[in-house]
T-cell receptor
C-alpha cells in the first residue's frame, strides 16, 4: 500500500517555466518535508510543514515555495526553474518534528531543458 | 554544519562478506538513524538508535553509537546482491541532517 505518493515521477520543464510537484500521504502524519537531492549527494532539506506551520531552511532559494492545503497534500512550486534546479525532489512525512522515523516517497526526477 | 560525514564513500564487496560503514557528526544529537536508498528511489528507514544507546540490532544490521566520539557505524552481515544501494546516516537534533552517504556494491 502506497503511503507517500509523489506525482509525477518524472517531470521535464523548460528553463524559467513554473513547475509544481505534488506529494500526498495516507499516514495522517503531522509533518511533511521537501528535500532536494542532486546526483551522488545527500538529500538537502528545503522546508517542512508542521501541520500548517511552514518552516523554511535558511539557505532555501526564494525560487522555491510550498503549499499544504490539507493534512494529506503538499506541493512544491519552483517559480522560475534554472538548470541548477535539475534534481530528484523527495517528499517525506513523520509523526513529529525531528525525532522520529521519516517515510519517503519515491521522488520526482526534475529535468530542466 | 551538522551534516554527517560518512566513510567510505564507496564500498565494493563479495556476496556473503560483511559491510561496515561509518558516520561522524559534529554536535549533540537526540538520535541517529540509518537509511537506505536504491538507485533513483526514495529513502527507506533501516534503524534508529537513541543517544543513550550504544548498540542496536535488526536482522542482519548492527548499529553502534559512540557519542563521545560523535560517530556511528552500520554493519551489514552476510551481504546479498540485493543490499546494493546507498546508505545514509541521519543525525537528529532539532532537525534532520543527512550524511554524505556510502555507496555499497555487493558482487554476486
Amino acid at each position: 500500500d502506497a503511503m507517500v505518493i509523489q506525482n509525477p515521477r518524472y517531470q521535464v520543464t523548460q528553463f524559467g517555466k513554473p513547475v509544481t510537484l505534488s506529494c500526498s500521504q495516507t499516514l495522517n502524519h503531522n509533518v511533511m518535508y521537501w528535500y532536494q537531492q542532486k546526483s551522488s549527494q545527500a538529500p538537502k532539506l528545503l522546508f517542512h510543514y508542521y501541520d500548517k506551520d511552514f518552516n523554511n531552511e535558511a539557505d532555501t532559494p526564494d525560487n522555491f515555495q510550498s503549499r499544504r492545503p490539507n493534512t494529506s497534500f503538499c506541493f512544491l512550486d519552483i517559480r522560475s526553474p534554472g538548470l541548477g534546479d535539475a534534481a530528484m525532489y523527495l517528499c517525506a512525512t513523520s509523526m513529529s518534528t525531528g525525532l522520529g522515523e521519516q517515510y519517503f516517497g519515491p521522488g520526482t526526477r526534475l529535468t530542466v531543458t | 554544519s551538522q551534516q554527517g560525514e560518512e566513510d567510505p564513500q564507496a564500498l565494493s564487496i563479495q556476496e556473503g562478506e560483511n559491510a561496515t560503514m561509518n558516520c561522524s557528526y559534529k554536535t549533540s544529537i537526540n538520535n541517529l538513524q540509518w537509511y537506505r536508498q536504491n538507485s533513483g528511489r526514495g529513502l527507506v528507514h533501516l534503524i534508529l538508535i537513541r543517544s543513550n544507546e550504544r548498540e542496536k540490532h535488526s536482522g542482519r544490521l548492527r548499529v553502534t553509537l559512540d557519542t563521545s566520539k560523535k560517530s556511528s557505524s552500520l554493519l551489514i552481515t552476510a551481504s546479498r546482491a540485493a543490499d546494493t544501494a546507498s546508505y545514509f546516516c541521519a543525525t537528529i537534533q532539532n532537525q534532520f541532517y543527512f550524511g554524505t552517504g556510502t555507496s555499497l556494491t555487493v558482487i554476486p
